[in-house]
């Protein structure tokens, strides 16, 4: 199986920085896309950043200009460097990856694949 662990979260003032971790391990052959999702209280969760394979990113039109998605391949991780954080940025933020995985006598398939998410709350 394929596990996806987050840190980084925490606490900071409005205008601060934060930096998420992910890091993905277990029956991993290769990983597509990576992303990064929040889930505010009340509301759904929502796409923040994406990065393919070969480093193209998107982002949702609230975090342009303050938020950088990147990946280190060889140590299956993705990162979010949030800055300039505001209230409106607390969340629940999940990491995502499509993982090409095997479940054993050589059979490959790609899936999709959660952490369990880290909390970030931004005080006003």
């Known amino acids: 199986q394929v596990q996806l662990v987050e840190s980084g979260g925490g606490l900071v003032q409005a205008g601060g920085s934060l930096r998420l971790s992910c890091v993905a391990s277990?029956?991993?052959?290769?990983?597509?896309?990576m992303g990064w999702y929040r889930q505010a209280p009340g509301k759904e969760r929502e796409l923040v950043a994406v990065?393919?394979?070969?480093?193209?990113?998107n982002y949702v039109d609230s975090v342009k200009g303050r938020f950088t998605i990147s990946r280190d391949n060889a140590k299956n991780t993705v990162y979010l460097q949030m800055n300039s954080l505001k209230s409106e940025d607390t969340a629940v933020y999940y990491c995502?990856?499509?993982?090409?995985?095997?479940?054993?006598?050589?059979?490959?398939?790609?899936?999709?694949?959660w952490g369990k998410g880290t909390l970030v709350t931004v005080s006003s």
């Open positions: 995502n990856a499509e993982v090409l995985t095997t479940q054993g006598l050589g059979a490959t398939y790609t899936a999709s694949f």
């Open positions: 277990g029956s991993i052959f290769s990983i597509n896309g």
């Open positions: 990065i393919t394979n070969g480093g193209s990113t």
